[in-house]
T-cell receptor, first 113, second 115 residues
Framework: GNSVTQMEGPVTLSEEAFLTINCTYT??????LFWYVQYPGEGLQLLLK?????DKGSNKGFEATYRKETTSFHLEKGSVQVSDSAVYFC????????????FGAGTRLAVHP | GAVVSQHPSRVICKSGTSVKIECRSL??????MFWYRQFPKQSLMLMAT?????????EQGVEKDKFLINHASLTLSTLTVTSAHPEDSSFYIC???????????FGSGTRLTVV
């Protein structure tokens, strides 16, 4: 079946450090891939998305490239800020059906000054 | 655009009572909405897919008689937790697909505490 695997957290970084959160997926067909961010006590916000192979999603300095050959969608940011501290979820939407989202376990990021 | 409003944000209820959570799409029509449950420090678990004008589709292991879903219009879906017990305490989040441009939009969640 379809699934998403994320690197375990928490990830603790100093401000201005480089961030990578790994995400790999298993899916039939050609899924769409997403990164969502959740701040404490809130719902999820779409951070970026990619709908086909080699697409690069980007937003607020974050980037992720849809790599079909490695079934990956790693999240990167060149210089993190304290305000980036949150939980990040990788997700996929498989083709067909109701297009429900399947989430990874989430990775907690803590950025210190 | 593509805002989903979820209410209430927090609710405390007594064991044995029922609680209704509302999810509204404010500026778009949502034929399909999704209900998730999230335990502390864990990922989102899809409970059911809500379809306007028809019965909801529940995920395996989710009790449809306990978690009643109604999607009576293109902008409103409700989740009712019936005969709530402390183990139902959780964070419930709804989501709607707002089209290709916006993807999936999430409500701000409801923290349910059953005492």
């Amino acid at each position: 079946g379809n699934s998403v695997t994320q690197m375990e957290g928490p990830v603790t970084l100093s401000e201005e450090a480089f961030l990578t959160i790994n995400c790999t997926y298993t899916a039939t067909g050609y899924p769409s891939l997403f990164w969502y961010v959740q701040y404490p006590g809130e719902g999820l916000q779409l951070l970026l998305k990619a709908t086909k192979a080699d697409d690069k999603g980007s937003n607020k300095g974050f980037e992720a490239t849809y790599r079909k050959e490695t079934t990956s969608f790693h999240l990167e940011k060149g210089s993190v800020q304290v305000s980036d501290s949150a939980v990040y979820f990788c997700a996929l939407s498989a083709t067909g059906g109701y297009n429900k989202l399947i989430f990874g376990a989430g990775t907690r990021l803590a950025v210190h000054p | 655009g593509a805002v989903v409003s979820q209410h209430p944000s927090r609710v405390i209820c007594k064991s044995g009572t029922s609680v209704k959570i509302e999810c509204r799409s404010l500026d778009f029509q949502a034929t399909t909405m999704f209900w998730y449950r999230q335990f502390p420090k864990q990922s989102l678990m899809l409970m059911a897919t809500s379809n306007e004008g028809s019965k909801a589709t529940y995920e395996q292991g989710v009790e449809k008689d306990k978690f009643l879903i109604n999607h009576a219009s293109l902008t409103l879906s409700t989740l009712t937790v019936t005969s709530a017990h402390p183990e139902d305490s959780s964070f419930y989040i709804c989501s709607a697909r707002a089209g290709i441009e916006y993807g999936y939009t999430f409500g701000s969640g409801t923290r349910l505490t059953v005492v």
